[in-house]
């Protein structure tokens, strides 16, 4: 009789109280920072190709799937999955290099990435004769990355690439006030969001911070000029999760004087 009672309560809580509520899926979300990719010198921020090949072979025998960044809003959103094993690789400035050595590598893993442009190197590539060394990428390459399916282009300012320039970088200056400021970030995030729809077919939704140099005024303003997930250069694995805006995420700045084991084991702790 006493077993009978517990199972009656039992239905009869579930029924009116609804059974416990099931905790929001969340992903441990590496993010790796690329910059040139070339075969004739390496260092800090210039990666040899048969390294990134090692790498993209590294996460592929590890079951990591490359994610655009308008994935990961989607998913924040609500609005669709993430695999079991995401990862964003960026690569940074948009070099001429990545056309020619990491696209290629992309498309022989099926591995997606990002690739955050600043709009006045890419103006400045205009009718030059470009190098694997120092170039950038011009708009027309824009597009034909974009197009491989394999590339998402976001923005990494058009004139604010700068350090330590008035008026130059992201941040408000100490003499520029509120409007003064708003009205710059403005007019340079407009300039750079139509070339990048001109070039791909979509406005971009995703903001890459110069330097990673951010402040609390920045975020707010780049929330309101629509951009909804912004990137900085501090080295931690994200948490991500349904209802949880993806802004500030860290990025690991890929070093080309890593070995592959090494940057992924011992760098970034991933299994």
């Given at each position: 009789m006493r077993i009978f009672s517990v199972i009656v309560l039992t239905a009869v809580c579930l029924l009116f109280c609804g059974a416990a509520p099931t905790p929001e899926k969340s992903y441990e979300l590496p993010i790796i920072m690329y910059h040139s990719v070339n075969k004739y010198n390496t260092g800090d921020y210039v990666i040899h190709p048969d390294k990134l090949e090692s790498d993209l072979q590294w996460l592929s025998a590890h079951n990591y799937t490359g994610i655009f960044s308008s994935e990961l809003i989607s998913f924040t959103e609500g609005k669709k999955?993430?695999?079991?094993?995401?990862?964003?690789?960026?690569?940074?400035?948009?070099?001429?290099?990545?056309?020619?050595?990491?696209?290629?590598?992309?498309?022989?893993?099926?591995?997606?990435?990002?690739?955050?442009?600043?709009?006045?190197?890419?103006?400045?590539?205009?009718?030059?004769?470009?190098?694997?060394?120092?170039?950038?990428?011009?708009?027309?390459?824009?597009?034909?990355?974009?197009?491989?399916?394999?590339?998402?282009?976001?923005?990494?300012?058009?004139?604010?690439?700068?350090?330590?320039?008035?008026?130059?970088?992201?941040?408000?200056?100490?003499?520029?006030?509120?409007?003064?400021?708003?009205?710059?970030?403005?007019?340079?995030?407009?300039?750079?969001?139509?070339?990048?729809?001109?070039?791909?077919?979509?406005?971009?939704?995703?903001?890459?911070?110069?330097?990673?140099?951010?402040?609390?005024?920045?975020?707010?303003?780049?929330?309101?000029l629509g951009f909804k997930a912004t990137y900085t250069c501090n080295e931690h694995i994200n948490k991500v999760m349904r209802g949880k805006a993806p802004s500030l995420l860290g990025r690991y700045n890929r070093s080309g004087k890593y070995s592959t084991q090494y940057f992924f084991r011992e760098k970034m702790k991933l299994k």
């Open positions: 999955d993430l695999p079991e094993k995401p990862v964003i690789i960026f690569f940074d400035d948009g070099f001429y290099n990545n056309l020619i050595y990491a696209l290629p590598l992309l498309e022989k893993y099926n591995f997606k990435a990002m690739i955050a442009i600043v709009g006045e190197y890419c103006d400045n590539e205009k009718g030059q004769r470009q190098s694997v060394y120092y170039s950038y990428l011009n708009w027309e390459q824009v597009k034909e990355v974009s197009e491989s399916g394999l590339i998402e282009i976001v923005s990494h300012t058009y004139f604010l690439h700068r350090y330590g320039i008035k008026n130059k970088t992201l941040l408000k200056e100490k003499d520029e006030s509120e409007k003064e400021y708003c009205d710059r970030m403005y007019a340079d995030s407009e300039k750079l969001s139509e070339k990048i729809k001109e070039a791909t077919g979509k406005y971009p939704d995703s903001f890459c911070y110069p330097y990673g140099r951010y402040s609390a005024a920045s975020e707010k303003l780049l929330n309101k």
